[in-house]
DNA sequence: GCGGTTGACGTGACGATGTTATGTAACACC
DNA sequence: GGTGTTACATAACATCGTCACGTCAACCGC
C-alpha cells in the first residue's frame, strides 16, 4: 500500500505503549506483529522508538508505575498521618486490582525501567507519610520511616501478588490489607487502637473515592 | 546417529524438569531446543512426557514447590510455636534466596500446578504453627490461624519477590523479615517482647542450620 | 519364539516470533 | 531546491514452539 500520509512523531510511540497495555489487559498476546497491526504501522516502528521488545517492556512498566503515581497522587491528604498511609496503600492495591496484568508486567523487571525516579517518588510517598507520623508522635522516634515503608509496601506487594496471580481470591485484599496494615504500623510504634481507628478511615475513604478515578 | 539404546523411561522426565531448574539457576535461555540438547534427546521427549513447554513449566513450578516443601520438612519443632513460626518463614525466605529464578517461575502461574496438594502442604504447615501459637495462648483466642498465615505468607511472599527481582538488595530479607513476622504476630495477639525473642531464636536457629541444608 | 500392539523418540517441516538490511518517503535546514 | 536526517514499509533471516511421520524397542498373548 505505501507509506501512509506520515502522521505526528511521537504519537506512534505513545500509541505503542498504550496498545500493548490494552493488548495486556485483554489478555492478547503482545507480539510486535500485534504492536504494529493494532497501531497501523510495520514493526520497524518498534524499533525506531525502543529499540526492540525489551524497549517496549520497558515503556510499558514506565507506563505502570506513572499510572500508579497518578493514583497515589490523587489521594488527599490529612491531619492524620497513618490515615493518609492507609488511604495509600488502598490506592496502591486499586491500582494493582484495575490492571493485574500490567501490575504483574511493572515487576517482571522492575529493576529495569527507563526512569527508576517515577517509581522512587511513589515510594516517596510512604516514606514522606512514614515520617509524618513519627513526627506526629504516632509512630516511636526510633522508627526508621525508610525501615517502615518498606515493611509496609512489601506486604502489600506480596498480598498484591498473590491475588493478581489468582493464589489469593479477591477478596484477600479487602480480608487482609487493612490488618496487614494495623500490624506494621502497630509494630512501628503506633497505639493499636488509635491506629486501627486511623487505617480503617483511611481504607474507608479511599473506597469512597473509588469512582471518581484519576483522569 | 540413529537411535539410543533406550534408557530408562522415567529418567527422560526428571532429567528434563532438573536440566530445566539448572538452566533457570544458570540464567540461560530455557527453550524446547535447550533443554532437549543438554539431556541428550530431541524436542519430541518433552512432549511425550509434558506435553509441550507449559506442561513442562507446570512441573518445574511443582519441582519448585517440593524443594520447598523439603526445607520447610526440615525445620525441626520446639515447644515454642512462634520461634517455629519464625524458623519456618526462614527456611522459606532460604529456599527463595537459594534458587531466585526457579522461585519467580513458581509463582509466574502458581495457580496452575501439577498437583496443588504440594502447595497446600507447605502452607498448611503455617497454618498448623498458627493454630498451636494460638492453643498455647500465644495468639488471641479469637485469631483465625489462617488469617495469620495468610498474612505471614503474603508478607514474606513481597519480601521475597522484591528481593528476588533486585527491587530491593538482599540485605533486606535480614533486616525486615524478623520484623514483619513480629508485626504479624503481634497484631494476632503475641505479646511484644516475648513475640520478638520467639521470632529472634526461630529466626537465628534458620541462620545456624544454614549448612547442613536437605539432601 | 513371534507377529501385533504400544509407547518413546529422531527427523524434518510448519507457522509465528524477534530482529535486521535495504529502500523510500517526508521533513529540516540553508 | 538540493541535502541530510528521521521514520517507516518491505522482505528476509534465525530461532522459537509445535506437530506429522517414520522408526525402533519393549511388551503381550499364544
Known amino acids: 500500500m505505501g507509506n501512509m500520509p506520515r502522521s505526528a512523531d511521537p504519537a506512534v510511540r505513545l500509541a505503542l505503549v498504550e496498545v ?3 493488548l495486556l ?3 492478547h498476546p ?16 518498534l524499533y525506531t522508538h525502543f529499540g526492540g521488545m525489551p524497549g517496549l517492556w520497558r515503556a510499558v512498566r514506565h507506563e505502570g508505575f506513572t ?8 489521594v488527599p491528604g490529612s491531619d492524620d498521618p497513618v490515615r493518609d498511609l492507609a488511604a495509600l496503600g488502598a490506592a496502591y492495591l486499586d491500582s ?13 523487571a522492575a529493576a529495569d525501567l527507563e526512569d527508576p525516579a517515577v517509581a522512587d517518588r511513589s515510594f516517596g510517598l510512604l516514606v514522606d507519610g512514614a515520617d509524618r ?10 522508627a526508621d520511616p525508610l525501615a517502615v515503608a518498606t515493611r509496609y509496601w512489601a506486604a502489600g506487594h506480596g498480598l498484591a ?5 489468582a493464589v489469593l481470591p479477591a477478596e484477600a485484599l479487602e480480608q487482609h490489607a487493612p490488618e496487614l496494615a494495623v500490624a506494621v504500623f502497630v509494630a512501628a510504634g503506633d497505639e493499636p487502637d488509635l491506629c486501627r481507628a486511623s487505617v480503617l478511615a483511611g481504607w474507608s475513604d479511599a473506597r469512597a473515592r473509588a469512582g471518581s478515578p484519576p483522569g
Open 161 to 165: 501478588m498473590l491475588v493478581v496471580t
Open 20 to 22: 500493548a497495555a490494552e
Open 133 to 142: 507520623a513519627r513526627l506526629a508522635g504516632r509512630f516511636a522516634g526510633t
Open 67 to 74: 499510572r500508579l503515581a497518578r493514583r497515589l497522587a490523587a
Open 30 to 45: 503482545v507480539t510486535a506483529r500485534s504492536l504494529a497491526d493494532r497501531v497501523g504501522t510495520s514493526t520497524t516502528a
Open 96 to 108: 494493582a486490582r484495575a490492571d493485574p496484568f500490567l501490575y504483574r508486567a511493572m515487576f517482571d
Open 25 to 27: 489487559a485483554r489478555r
